[in-house]
């Protein structure tokens, strides 16, 4: 009977794990404010004093293009220094986490953009749109509402 009872409950446990179609929302305004403010000295600071550690968290993500990819960036072991980085550029707790998100919410918008216009997507753009798909939609809608910031950059 014990044995049922674990198997139920650790079944009901498992759907509910599974089910949520979105991660959680990790993006403000103020996030993505800030990325536009600051893109040039992040990126001139990553690749003076971060490149090992970014390549660490790559090596960490693996090149898989699919649905986990999501499961895998929310489980990045991230630098404490990263983070510091980032934090520094008012992105405030988890960073880089949230720059990846940013990131890959851009790619999807624009590729939504190419969907809205009727065109077809090849095969690379369809796994992307696939693995953006658990991206927050209040992420997504701040970005995008910044996307001709983000263009600019």
Do not use: W
């Not at 991230?78 to 960073?95: H, I, L, Q, R, T």
């Amino acid at each position: 009977m014990k044995k049922i009872v674990f198997c139920i409950f650790f079944s009901i446990l498992a759907v509910s794990l599974f089910a949520q179609d979105h991660i959680d929302a990790m993006l403000s305004k103020t996030d993505i404010e800030s990325f536009i403010a600051h893109a040039e000295e992040i990126d001139h600071e990553v690749r003076n004093n971060y490149v090992a550690q970014i390549e660490a968290l790559n090596n960490q993500l693996g090149t898989e293009i699919d649905a986990t990819m999501m499961n895998r960036i929310m489980a990045l072991k991230v630098p404490s220094e990263v983070d510091a980085m980032f934090a520094k550029y008012g992105f405030g707790k988890n960073g880089y986490k949230k720059f990846v998100i940013l990131s890959m919410g851009f790619v999807r918008v624009f590729l939504e953009s190419f969907k809205d216009m009727g065109l077809e997507l090849d095969g690379d753009n369809e796994a992307l749109m696939q693995a953006t798909s658990r991206i927050h939609p209040d992420d997504l809608k701040l970005i995008s509402e910044n996307m001709s910031a983000l263009m600019d950059l």
